[in-house]
């Protein structure tokens, strides 16, 4: 059964730093694609980071460029979010998301292309 499963978000204040990290127990893991992707309560979600299946290629949406990493260990299944320099506006359910091959960089973060999703992390940052 494939599945997704998020962990390691949490509360923290601004500034601080999490490393949610997203499981994958789906055949052939290291053939997907994965990313992340947030959503605010009342606002729509959004892309975060995205890496290609062998970790090669990657990208960020601009709000997390210089201070998001993402990284995936084929060999453990899992890709994580490095979160650094948090702030309130950064609240939001953090998913993780799969899709088997590699679109190109310019496709990793179109959430319509993805039909792997995980159940999501909550992080909170307060002032």
């Known amino acids: 059964q494939v599945q997704l499963v998020e962990s390691g978000g949490g509360s923290v204040q601004a500034g601080d730093s999490l490393r949610p990290s997203c499981a994958i127990s789906v055949r052939s893991s290291s053939s997907h694609s994965v990313a992340w992707f947030r959503q605010a309560p009342g606002k729509e979600r959004e892309g975060v980071a995205g890496?290609?299946?062998?970790?090669?290629?990657?990208t960020y949406a601009n709000f997390a460029r210089d201070r998001f990493f993402i990284d995936r260990d084929n060999s453990r299944n899992t890709v994580s979010l490095k979160l650094n320099n948090l702030a309130p506006e950064d609240t939001a359910m953090y998913y993780c998301a799969a899709k088997l091959g590699f679109g190109g960089v310019s496709s990793l973060l179109l959430p319509d292309t993805y039909k792997l999703w995980g159940q999501g992390t909550q992080v909170t940052v307060s002032s």
């Open positions: 890496i290609s299946p062998g970790g090669s290629s990657y």
